[in-house]
């Protein structure tokens, strides 16, 4: 059976307490009926060239993997996914990734697995796929370092249409290793709105989970108005630029998410040529979302149900999350001034520095007049410098903390998360304890042909309660690991950006020192 | 309950030297302000002489003295006929608070909503501002005293003597003088040098270059030093922003944050930096706008003598064909031309030396102000260097 080539993307993702027995290849009807459903495709081979013929064994017949673990050592997400391509043929690309969590990171493996599913059983100790193209240990340093198998770009912006119908256009091109991609290097153009689309739609699918969503870059009717208008100063230049920059950082921090990058959406919108029109992304944009999370937030702390945590870990973490976030804004606010103050100064030092020429060429004695108009030239060229700064100044600080305060605002939505999952199971079990008295009035009653019923109306309680208390693990889970990696994210970020803010620093002060050793002797000689 | 510093200054805290050149060349007479109390903005400096001159009484001595004391110094002077042909050390400034009792003001109001190390470090940025003001108007102050005792024939004048000796409190001198001259001489020269000056026919080349280029160069000065202060004002204000930047660190125990904390000394730089351009090159325009100032009213006082001499001309001429008053006319003619000539002959001194004075100035805080950026820029190289390597290797 040929799936159709609209089909969307199926993920199973599950996280197993209590081992599966392994099988021999499943038959059609087998579904994982916990986890939903599944798609079965038999696949004609890629035509790329990328995957070996071994691979391509993998999916003759066999429409999934199995695998065994062992409680708490591994969990497993396997993806299957569908690539739509304009020729027939599909492609079929697994990722197996690997996260343990009892040690003291992330441990994965991208890239595709044979053998390892040819065989359904797979050894409880690390799953080691032949095909896997780099050890953990390269992994590890790679993902440590800055190294990432995608790169993304946001470049070349421009101004389609006129009037209050134009909007920008912007030029995502992507550069990846990673087999999933039709290709190594690619690009398409997309608009504002496809950003706040794609936001919407990997928000819908994976904050029910409790990962943490990097929230998109905020609307601004302001500028963007200025930019349709046609102001072409420099003002609506910089609006661009940052607006830019902002698409870019999103991305990229979108992509360095583990969970997100295998989402089908994300691939799509990276490679796809034409999307269809995101609406009503009016909701999503700056304020509106601000005010969603605040919301949010508002509604948990009103919640007069306390959570019977049994470590302290979550209250504890919340309340670091939010002492940050005000930490975070306090800085922003302080850098800003610096930015302005900058920018003032920069203003300044050129007024200051033509009137210094003036100055000199007024004065009488020939070699103070001509050490004035050096020194005119001098601050000249510290206008300049005050110029780049600036703009490090706000570009490599400024935005990322403005970033930060926004990401953890999306972190404590994942908490909020958390806490409408428990309250669902909370609910649940109210409602199952309720079905189980009514059971007992019947009983009592002496009511048989309602008892029917009722029993099979706890039937169905007991097993919503049950996979609520799954979700609830699973959530807790993830949101544990979201933010351990969001916290080592956020370190590595900071740090970066901080030493390119003090390499920034650092070369302006060289400049300083090169400006004013050349003006010395010109001031020396003076007489 | 507002924050008000009281800063105490001593000789060896802060030995400023003067925007102008060395003045205390001569032992004759040796002038300086070691020391100054600054109380709810006033000032009271002590102001110390060294001298063998057999006409003071006592060969070293010291008196408090205020910022109006001055004043009544220099208008004295001004309003001394002989004095004419001299430029007159310019007035010393106001003390100037204004800036540092703003912040005081922002820091009271701002008090509730700031962490006690941001409290701590405006309270520390303001001290040091209230410094810089203080240490700016003591060495403004001395450098009016140096000037005159400097001079060949200021430093014997009478009430510079006074000043310098009088130990008793001279307000109630100064309130006489007042009576007496009225602020008259002063007055004129304000009001109507420009036109006067411009107005006058000139037969002396010197004095007509001179005139020119005063008058040019005395607008662009001015103008030079208004944008000068504008902008170590926002260098300042950027060395601020790294101060709250790093005061809104100082209270969180994020690993990354203590990098940032590199702020703290980078704002120091920066802050030395400002502060040393404005102590050099803003001070040194400010300076020489009011000194441009003081030359432009000796060429007034010249041209207006030129006036007089040209108005006894026509009186004479008038009394001769009228026959009356005749040798009163010559005589009155005579004088005006007898200090006409003083006038411009000393007139010519004082303007070369004072170009002199004015091209050495420029070119030692030019060279001062370089190097003293070229050294915090080095400094400021070097702990970045030191911040990022260790961030590096961390």
Known sequence: MVISCNLGIVFIYFLQSKPITPTSAPDEGDIFSEEGSYIRSDVHHATNGLHSDEELDLFTGISLHRCTMT??????????????????????????????????????IIGPTASACNTTHVPNSILKPSI?????????????????????????????????????????????TLPMFLNKTFSVRRRFSDFLGLYEKISAKHSLLGCIIPPPPQKSVVGMTKVKVGKEDSSSAEFVEKRRAALERYLQRVVAHPSLLQDPDVREFLERDELPRAVNTQALSGPGLLKMINRASDAVNKMTIKMNESDNWFESKLQEVENEEQLLRRLHAAVDSLVNHRKELCINTAVFSKIVAMLGSVEENSALSRALSQLAEVEDKMEQLHQQQAFSDFFILAELLADYVRLLGAVRCCFE??????????????????????????????????????????NEWESKVSQYERDFERVTCTVRKEVLRFEKEKARDFKQHIVKYLESLLHTQHRLVKCWEAFLPEAKAIA | ??????????????????????????????????????????????????????????????????????IWLHDTIVETEEYAGFIIPPAPPKPDFEGPREKMHKLGEGESSMTKEEYAKMKQELEAEYLAVFKKTVQVHEVFLQRLSSHPMFRKDRNFQIFLEYDQDLSVRRKNAKEMFGGFFKNMVKSADEVLISGVKEVDEFFEQEKNFLLDYSIKIKDATAKAEKMTRSHKNVADDYNHISGALNNTAADN????????????????????QELKLTELLRYYTRDIQAAKDLLYRRARALADYENSNKALDKARLKGKD?????????????????LSESGKKELTSFKARRVVAFRKNLIEMTELEIKHAKNSVSLLQGSIEILKSN
């Open chain 2, 257 to 276: 944050n203590t990098a940032f904390k590199n702020m703290c000394v980078l704002q120091k730089v920066e802050d030395r930096m400002a502060s040393d």
């Open chain 1, 71 to 108: 409680r708490n050592d591994i969990m497993v997400k396997c993806y299957l996914s569908h690539q739509h391509t304009s020729v027939q043929s599909l492609e079929a690309t697994v990722e197996l990734t690997l996260t343990n969590t009892t040690s003291q990171g992330r441990r994965e």
């Open chain 1, 417 to 458: 998360q958390r806490m409408k999952v428990w309250q669902r199971l909370q609910e649940a079990q109210s409602t199952l304890q309720k079905k189980r008295e009514a059971e007992a009035k019947l009983l009592w009653a002496n009511k048989p042909e309602k008892l029917q019923q009722a029993k099979d109306d706890i």
């Open chain 2, 326 to 342: 005749v040798a009163q006319a010559e005589e009155n003619q005579k004088q005006c031309l007898q200090k006409f000539d003083k």
């Open chain 2, 1 to 70: 309950k507002i924050y008000e510093p009281e800063v105490h200054s001593d000789r060896r805290k802060w030995r400023m030297r003067s925007v102008s050149v060395d003045l205390n060349n001569d032992a004759s007479l040796v002038i300086d302000i070691p020391d100054a109390l600054c109380e709810r903005d006033k000032v009271k400096f002590t102001v110390h002489t060294k001298t063998t001159l057999s006409s003071f009484q006592k060969p070293e001595f010291s008196v408090p003295r205020q910022h109006e004391d001055f």
């Open chain 1, 132 to 176: 896997v193209t780099k050890t953990m240990e390269e992994l590890e340093e790679e993902e440590s370092g800055d190294q990432f198998e995608l790169n993304i770009a946001v470049t070349n912006p421009e101004k389609i249409g006129d009037g209050m119908n134009a909007y920008m256009s912007y030029k995502v091109s992507t550069q990846t």
